[in-house]
Every structure is written in C-alpha cells, then in structure tokens.
C-alpha cells in the first residue's frame, strides 16, 4: 500500500514520506557508472536536502531560476529535487544540445546559476555565456573548475557545505513554478513550457489508475530524465518504492535481459528496436522450426483479433453486430488452446530475452505502429501507450489493462476533459467525428514564460489547451490519434493525407529502418527512406546478387535497379495492406538515404522523433529532384 499523498503541496514533500515509507529499500541504481551507485530512499533524502543547502548557502532565493544541464543520472534527480527543495526554479535541457541552444534558454530563462554536467559542458558553454548574469557554477561531476568572477563548487563540495549549513524549509504551493522545459524546437525559437508543483503531484495521483507498482519492483530508465514523459513517470515510480535502473542505448538490450525489469517506460522506436532484435532471431531459424513459429503467430494473430471482437475492443470493428460477436467469440474459444501452445513452445522464449519479469511495458511520445502493438499483445508483454504533451506534464490519456483498446491512446486520466473541434470554426463535434484534440485538466501548464501571446494562442478563454494533433473519440471517451495538424500532406488534388499511418505501415518492412513522407502540393506522396543494411545483405546473399554494402559504395549501392525494384515492391505492398487504404495513399517517388535519422546530426528530438521540418530543408534539393522527375 503506497502512502497517501492527496495532501502534498510540493513535489520536496514527496521525499520525507518515501524516506519513511521505503527506508533502506534501493531507490536509484547507476550500473554503468565507475565506480556503479546504489542509493537508498534515506539517503535520497539526505542528499536532495543537503544539495538544496548548499545552495541556500550560497544566497540562492526561491524563485531563482537555476538551469541544469545534464544527463541521466542519480546525481541529476538529486539536483533537481535539491533545486526544487531550496524554493528555486530549475530550467532543464540535455548537455549535448547545441551550445547556442543551451545558451539562449539560460538567457531566456533569466537563469543566475548553471548546474552542469560536467566541467567540458561548462567550457563549450563558457564563450556563449560571457556576457550573461552568471552567479553560480555547479559541476555533478568531482572535477574542479575556476572561472574569474564566478563562483564554482563541485556536486561533493556543495553537499559537505549543505550538511555543514543545514536545511532552511521553504514552503511551496501546488500552484508554485517547479520548471521551465523548453520545447524541442523542431521550429522555431524553443519556448519555456511553465510546470508547476501542482501538475507533477497530479501526475504521481493519477497514473496510479493505470499501473499500480509494488515497492522494489524495478523499472529501467532510458529515456532523458529532463524529458516530461520520464521526468513524471519517474516521480511517480519513486513515490510507489521501485528501483529506478539507469541504462543507456548502447547497454539498452543487454541490461533488459541482465537486470529483469518489471517495467519500462519508452518511446515507439525503442519497442521496435527490441521487435527488429527478435524478428531477426526469429527468422534465422530453418526448416520445421521456422515453419512452426511462422504457424503459431499466423493463428495467434487470427485469435488476438477475434478475442479483441468479442470483448468490444476492436477498433477497426468498434460496432460489431451480436452474430459477429458470437463468430468471433466462437473462433477465439478454438483458437486458444493454439496461442497457449505457441505461448509455451515459442513466446515464452520470446520474453526471456526480454528478462522474463516485464510486468508491463508504457509507450509514448510518438505513434507506435499497428505491427507492433499486435506483436506485443501475442508474446504475452503488457504494452500501455499514453498520451500527452509537455505542454500537459504530459500525460492525458492512458490505456488500461481493463480496458485496452489497441490503435488508441486510451481514456482520459481522472480529472482531465478531453474534446475534437473543427480545426477551422472550433466548434465541438459528436463522437467518431474526426477534428482538433483539445484538453483541459488540472496537469496543463501555466503558460509559456514570458510568452504571453503563445500562451493565448495555446490555451483559450475557458482553459482548453489546442495540442495541434487530430483524432476521434471513441464512445467509451477513448482517444485515437490520427497525425498532426501542422504535419499533414496536401497533394495538389487537395487530398489531406496524415503521414504517421502510412509511415507506420512501411516500417512493418524487414528492409526499412526509417521512413519520412513528403510531397505538399505535389501530384503524389513520396518517401525518404532510410534503409536496413544488415536485411538488404541478408537479401542479397539470399538472391545470390553481387552488391557491395561498404560504407564507401553503400549510396551507389542503393542506386542499383534491384534494390529500387525491391523497395518499390515492398512500399506498394505495405501501404495497400493498411486498413483504410485508398489510392492517394500510393508512394509514387521515393530516394534511399544511407546515413540515419538520429539525434547527433539534428534530425531526430531527443525522444527519437523525426524533426520532419529539419529533415526537410535538408534534403529539399533530393526531394525537389525526386518531384521534378515524376512530373
């Protein structure tokens, strides 16, 4: 039974009761550090007020804003709390953005003291912010530093000036300023979304209804900590008394198998990067063997839909007649001993690389495409996919396990309204309609600092936040994206095509690793795809087909009248296959890339999302080509 947390004001509150509650229980785990950490729920504690002494000592005041710079890490939830703890403000971003990036949200935050990473962040940073009201430097690492005219202190320093110093309590409201996390800015100049204590303390209430954790059961953390997403899914996570593990891409797989999860938190690349790893096993069997794996998912497959029918929750067949539901049940009644066998024989292997424990697994921050969820729900991982925005702190919409409605975004968490307008006149519209997603609940922001006007733009005159995402209501109030309002397509036809779908559906390609839809105002939709190299080989050995896939001939490579033919095959198959197909769905021009999609060159967020405006302006001379040739 977790403590009752319904009187909490302030997010500093949480860590008194899970000292209390959860003592000595391990409260954070850091494998991959040198020497590797494990701190306790008391020890939490002490050191998130220790860091918040040491700042109080240095004539830090509530409200001051203080930007951290950092990543994952034990000591990162330390500062955060600590600055939250001392009555400051903190401004989050990743050390490895851009340094002009990072300097601009320390000015515009009208931050006085940078919590940084390391001493190498300091010094990319130390030229863009001369001239800048820099107080206060903090390292989290042990290294020391000297800046002339600025006051510098390493984590293990400002901790023993904390516990010498002693804590001076600050009290704090629900409707205090607890961060500012600034937008990706995939567009445009990023904007400082306002989070209060009080939109956290609503998160750790209400996800409770979707997953209900025992204390030391064990989540992994991947995804960046400053991140909305994660920030509250961790906070939530602690205040229920699980490990929180830290892990990286690099470590990713191994520490799912070594470590043994009982959750995760992730975005849809991360899910199909662990559906890819098995595919790949999978289909390396031979013989009876593949035969019979490729037989249990074939029946599986028929049994999820038809079990899905029975229970109401198909949504490509929302309204099912009493005869389909009695069909349906009827299949799924003797297709179940089937899927059990095939549990048995193949999926409990399956989840075994998976560590075995995985309780449930929660997707965000992105669509997370059919083929996947379908995967997942056969092996027998519990998947959830929420919704939100940073904008919401972020989530809105969960699904349950009672009710988990595949292809949706599930219901609203308690307290929140959820409405679909028409993108023109705003007006509500019915259920099943399709139009603007609208949201209004205790978890939206405050506004953007020091942007009124995006803020009114945002949020209208009765509190309802514009997400600029489409999508329909279910009749049981569940919601169902269907793309962005700013990302859709209009062909020169005037036909509005949502490019996240049919991307969705290509990506179910072994050969397709990534995927972006263009052609506004064109005659027809092309792709930039990126491509699987190590699945191509495989083809082309398989085809016996002399092709070189080194780095230096890989774009000639691609260029190749067999690879295109194959690629060209596997578009016209894929988008054909999609329920709802009709024919200006069809990719009619497409250009293979050979370098990826990602973080480091600027074209993926930090939660692996595409940056579709960044993509394009660099590609735009390739898509033009693509276009002008079609034409």
Same mark, same amino acid.
């Given at each position: 039974?977790?403590?009752? &947390?319904?009187?909490?004001?302030?997010?500093?509150?949480?860590?008194?009761?899970t000292a209390s509650s959860y003592s000595?229980?391990?409260?954070?785990?850091?494998?991959?550090?040198?020497?590797?950490?494990?701190?306790?729920?008391?020890? *939490?504690?002490?050191?998130?007020?220790?860091?918040?002494?040491?700042?109080?000592?240095?004539?830090?005041?509530?409200?001051?804003?203080?930007?951290?710079?950092?990543?994952?890490?034990?000591?990162?939830?330390?500062?955060?709390?600590?600055?939250?703890?001392?009555?400051?403000?903190?401004?989050?971003?990743?050390?490895?953005? %851009?340094?002009?990036?990072?300097?601009?949200?320390?000015?515009?935050?009208?931050?006085?003291?940078?919590?940084?990473? %390391?001493?190498?962040?300091?010094?990319?940073?130390?030229?863009?912010?001369?001239?800048?009201?820099? @107080? *206060?430097?903090?390292?989290?690492?042990?290294?020391?530093?000297?800046?002339?005219?600025?006051?510098?202190?390493?984590?293990?320093?400002?901790?023993?000036?904390?516990?010498?110093?002693?804590?001076?309590?600050?009290?704090?409201?629900?409707?205090?300023? #607890?961060?500012?996390?600034? /937008?990706?800015?995939?567009?445009?100049?990023?904007?400082?979304?306002?989070?209060?204590?009080?939109?956290?303390?609503?998160?750790?209430?209400?996800?409770?209804? =979707?997953?209900?954790?025992?204390?030391?059961?064990?989540?992994?953390?991947?995804?960046?900590?400053?991140?909305?997403?994660?920030?509250?899914?961790?906070?939530?996570?602690?205040?229920?008394?699980?490990?929180?593990?830290? /892990?990286?891409?690099?470590?990713?797989?191994?520490?799912?198998?070594?470590? @043994?999860?009982?959750?995760? =938190?992730?975005?849809?690349?991360?899910?199909?990067?662990?559906?890819?790893?098995?595919?790949?096993?999978?289909?390396?069997?031979?013989?009876?063997?593949?035969?019979?794996?490729?037989? +249990?998912?074939?029946?599986?497959?028929? &049994?999820? &839909?038809? @079990?899905?029918?029975?229970?109401?929750?198909?949504?490509?067949?929302?309204?099912?007649?009493?005869?389909?539901?009695?069909?349906?049940?009827?299949?799924? +009644?003797?297709?179940?001993?089937?899927?059990?066998?095939?549990?048995?024989?193949?999926?409990?292997?399956?989840?075994?690389?998976?560590?075995?424990? *995985?309780?449930?697994?929660?997707?965000?921050?992105?669509?997370?495409?059919?083929?996947? %969820?379908?995967?997942?729900? =056969?092996?027998?991982?519990?998947?959830?996919?929420?919704?939100?925005?940073?904008? /919401?702190?972020?989530?809105?919409?969960?699904?349950?396990?009672?009710?988990?409605?595949?292809?949706?975004?599930?219901?609203?968490?308690?307290?929140?309204?959820?409405?679909?307008?028409?993108?023109?006149?705003?007006?509500?519209?019915?259920?099943?309609?399709?139009?603007?997603?609208?949201?209004?609940?205790?978890?939206?922001?405050?506004?953007? &600092?020091?942007?009124?006007?995006?803020?009114? @733009?945002?949020?209208?005159?009765?509190?309802?936040?514009?997400?600029? %995402?489409?999508?329909?209501?279910?009749?049981?109030?569940?919601?169902?994206?269907?793309?962005?309002?700013?990302?859709?397509? =209009?062909?020169?036809?005037?036909?509005?095509?949502?490019?996240?779908?049919?991307?969705?559906?290509?990506?179910?390609?072994?050969?397709?690793?990534?995927?972006?839809?263009?052609g506004q105002d064109q005659r027809c939709?092309?792709?930039?795809?990126?491509?699987?190299?190590? #699945?191509?080989?495989?083809? #082309?050995?398989?085809?016996?087909?002399?092709?070189?896939?080194?780095?230096?001939?890989?774009?000639?490579?691609?260029?190749?009248?067999?690879?295109?033919?194959?690629?060209?095959?596997?578009?016209?198959?894929?988008?054909?296959?999609?329920?709802?197909?009709?024919?200006?769905?069809?990719?009619?021009?497409?250009?293979?890339?050979?370098?990826?999609?990602?973080?480091?060159?600027?074209?993926?967020?930090?939660?692996?999302?595409?940056?579709?405006?960044?993509?394009?302006?660099?590609?735009?001379?390739?898509?033009?080509?693509?276009?002008?040739?079609?034409?």
């Open positions: 039974m977790s403590p009752d &947390y319904s009187t909490l004001q302030s997010l500093s509150e949480l860590w008194r009761e000595d229980n391990i409260a954070l785990d850091d494998p991959h550090s040198k020497p590797p950490i494990q701190i306790t729920y008391q020890q *939490l504690q002490q050191n998130i007020e220790q860091f918040a002494a040491g700042l109080q000592a240095q004539g830090i005041k509530p409200n001051t804003k203080i930007s951290l710079f950092a990543e994952n890490s034990p000591r990162w939830l330390i500062a955060d709390q600590g600055i939250m703890m001392a009555g400051a403000v903190n401004v989050v971003r990743s050390s490895q953005a %851009d340094p002009t990036e990072l300097a601009y949200i320390f000015t515009d935050s009208d931050s006085e003291v940078l919590v940084a990473q %390391d001493r190498k962040t300091v010094e990319k940073l130390n030229e863009q912010l001369e001239q800048s009201a820099l @107080k *206060l430097i903090i390292l989290l690492s042990d290294e020391t530093i000297e800046l002339e005219g600025i006051k510098t202190f390493n984590f293990s320093q400002l901790l023993t000036i904390g516990q010498q110093q002693g804590l001076q309590p600050v009290s704090r409201q629900a409707d205090d300023l #607890a961060t500012l996390i600034y /937008t990706s800015g995939t567009t445009g100049k990023p904007k400082g979304v306002m989070l209060s204590h009080g939109n956290f303390l609503h998160q750790i209430r209400a996800i409770r209804d =979707v997953i209900q954790p025992l204390p030391a059961n064990k989540a992994l953390s991947i995804l960046p900590s400053w991140h909305a997403y994660e920030r509250a899914v961790e906070y939530f996570l602690l205040s229920q008394g699980c490990r929180l593990t830290y /892990t990286n891409l690099r470590s990713f797989k191994k520490d799912l198998k070594e470590q @043994k999860p009982d959750y995760m =938190v992730g975005v849809p690349r991360l899910w199909e990067s662990v559906y890819d790893g098995i595919q790949k096993q999978l289909q390396q069997q031979t013989g009876t063997k593949k035969k019979l794996i490729n037989f +249990f998912f074939k029946t599986s497959y028929r &049994y999820i &839909y038809a @079990k899905r029918v029975k229970d109401g929750l198909c949504l490509e067949n929302l309204h099912p007649s009493s005869m389909q539901v009695f069909w349906e049940g009827i299949q799924a +009644f003797f297709l179940n001993p089937l899927h059990k066998l095939g549990d048995k024989i193949v999926y409990q292997t399956v989840r075994q690389g998976t560590g075995g424990n *995985l309780k449930t697994v929660i997707s965000g921050g992105g669509s997370l495409a059919k083929h996947i %969820d379908d995967f997942y729900e =056969v092996i027998g991982i519990p998947l959830l996919v929420g919704y939100g925005l940073t904008e /919401t702190s972020p989530v809105t919409h969960a699904r349950r396990f009672h009710h988990n409605l595949r292809g949706s975004s599930g219901q609203p968490l308690s307290e929140t309204e959820t409405k679909i307008v028409d993108p023109d006149s705003k007006q509500s519209l019915a259920v099943e309609e399709k139009g603007l997603v609208m949201i209004r609940g205790p978890q939206l922001m405050q506004g953007y &600092y020091k942007k009124p006007e995006a803020t009114q @733009k945002a949020i209208d005159e009765q509190g309802w936040f514009n997400t600029g %995402d489409l999508g329909w209501i279910t009749p049981h109030q569940d919601l169902v994206l269907t793309g962005r309002a700013k990302d859709t397509i =209009v062909l020169s036809n005037g036909e509005n095509i949502e490019p996240q779908p049919i991307e969705d559906a290509c990506l179910r390609s072994p050969y397709i690793d990534q995927m972006m839809l263009v939709l092309g792709a930039l795809i990126v491509p699987n190299v190590e #699945a191509l080989q495989n083809w #082309a050995q398989q085809n016996n087909l002399n092709l070189d896939f080194s780095e230096s001939a890989l774009e000639q490579t691609l260029q190749t009248s067999q690879v295109q033919q194959l690629f060209r095959e596997e578009l016209n198959r894929e988008v054909k296959d999609r329920p709802g197909y009709r024919p200006d769905d069809r990719i009619g021009v497409f250009r293979l890339i050979a370098e990826p999609f990602s973080v480091e060159n600027g074209m993926m967020t930090q939660t692996l999302k595409i940056k579709r405006a960044v993509v394009t302006e660099r590609y735009q001379d390739m898509i033009n080509e693509m276009f002008v040739k079609k034409s």
